[in-house]
């Protein structure tokens, strides 16, 4: 059974800077895997995705130029390093990783099997 484990979030002012782990476990380093986040009210939106090798990533455009996701399948871990946070970066970021191994990076939240259970980024301005 695969598991993913999100930490990292917390509380920084805009301008600042936290990175996001997710720690997986229960199967291969694999798969494509991405963030999402969701604010209050909203939907689930895309934010960022990596291939199971590391050589392939696609950014909202929201985040691109601010954000970097990056990966060690040594430890079988996805980061995501967040810079010059907005408040409106404010969301639970979710970890995700697609079904099918060696399948490759897509921005479709229906494309995703697995989901951590959410770290909290709060950005106060």
């Known amino acids: 059974q695969v598991q993913l484990v999100e930490s990292g979030g917390g509380l920084v002012q805009a301008g600042g800077s936290l990175r996001l782990s997710c720690a997986a476990s229960?199967?291969?380093?694999?798969?494509?895997r991405a963030w999402f986040r969701q604010a209050p009210g909203e939907e689930r939106e895309f934010v960022a995705t990596i291939s199971w090798s590391g050589g392939s990533t696609a950014y909202a455009d929201s985040v691109k130029g601010r954000f970097t996701i990056s990966r060690d399948n040594a430890k079988n871990m996805v980061y995501l390093q967040m810079n010059s946070l907005k408040a409106e970066d404010t969301a639970v970021y979710y970890c995700?990783?697609?079904?099918?191994?060696?399948?490759?990076?897509?921005?479709?939240?229906?494309?995703?099997?697995?989901w951590g259970q959410g770290t909290q980024v709060t950005v106060s301005s």
């Open positions: 229960g199967g291969t380093s694999r798969y494509a």
């Open positions: 995700a990783q697609r079904a099918l191994a060696w399948s490759g990076t897509t921005a479709t939240r229906g494309d995703y099997a697995y």
